[in-house]
T-cell receptor, first 111, second 112 residues
Framework: QKEVEQNSGPLSVPEGAIASLNCTYS??????FFWYRQYSGKSPELIMS????GDKEDGRFTAQLNKASQYVSLLIRDSQPSDSATYLC???????????FGQGTRLTINP | ETGVTQTPRHLVMGMTNKKSLKCEQH?????MYWYKQSAKKPLELMFV???????ENNSVPSRFSPECPNSSHLFLHLHTLQPEDSALYLC???????????FGPGTRLTVL
């Protein structure tokens, strides 16, 4: 089992809808979880961090963490074409003491 | 701008060349990282430095040699690379090794 898994997509969502991105991880004791956005040809940009179970909202973005199910998700409300990018889930693996990235989900928002 | 800069932004080199990539962070962070990103592959962690000490070498070939003279600067020395080493090389920094990482713009490397 991969340490961090994401559906590579592509995921297509109509403009104005909610985009839902999912990520699972294998290390039960992980405490730190991050979502990055990467536009084509650019470097990853941190958009959300979450450390506790439940939801964390920042503008149109909501991160959801369920440690019991080892699952973290990112919801994007009122999706815009500018949200089209690859979204990377990253989990700090306590045992290995390093941040491990998923392969990323490519999201396309259709006008 | 994330406060992490990288130079050069683009580099083309032959297999017998020696070149260096430079990274500088202006965030007062204590940890710095080198990642490799190839097309259609996940980010690959190469090296980690924490308080200038190397704490991770992720089975990287010796033709890649990192150097961290202080907590603000990180170099990646390249020597006798192969065409499959062509990729985007990303530098990142964080306050500590478990914290949020901030990435530089990357160096797009092409090895001929």
């Amino acid at each position: 089992q991969k340490e961090v898994e994401q559906n590579s997509g592509p995921l297509s969502v109509p403009e104005g809808a909610i985009a839902s991105l999912n990520c699972t991880y294998s290390d039960r004791v992980s405490q730190s979880f991050f979502w990055y956005r990467q536009y084509s040809g650019k470097s990853p940009e941190l958009i959300m961090s979450i450390y506790s179970n439940g939801d964390k909202e920042d503008g149109r973005f909501t991160a959801q963490l369920n440690k019991a199910s080892q699952y973290v998700s990112l919801l994007i409300r009122d999706s815009q074409p500018s949200d089209s990018a690859t979204y990377l889930c990253a989990v700090y693996i306590q045992g290995a003491q390093k941040l491990v990235f998923g392969q990323g989900t490519r999201l396309t928002i259709n006008p | 701008e994330t406060g992490v800069t990288q130079t050069p932004r683009h580099l083309v080199m032959g297999m017998t060349n020696k070149k260096s990539l430079k990274c500088e962070q202006h965030l007062g962070h204590n940890a710095m990282y080198w990642y490799k990103q190839s097309a259609k592959k996940p980010l690959e962690l190469m090296f980690v430095y924490n308080f200038k000490e190397q704490t991770e070498n992720n089975s990287v070939p010796s033709r890649f040699s990192p150097e961290c003279p202080n907590s603000s600067h990180l170099f990646l020395h390249l020597h006798t690379l192969q065409p499959e080493d062509s990729a985007l090389y990303l530098c990142a920094s964080s306050q500590d090794i478990a914290g949020e990482q901030f990435f530089g713009p990357g160096t797009r490397l092409t090895v001929l």
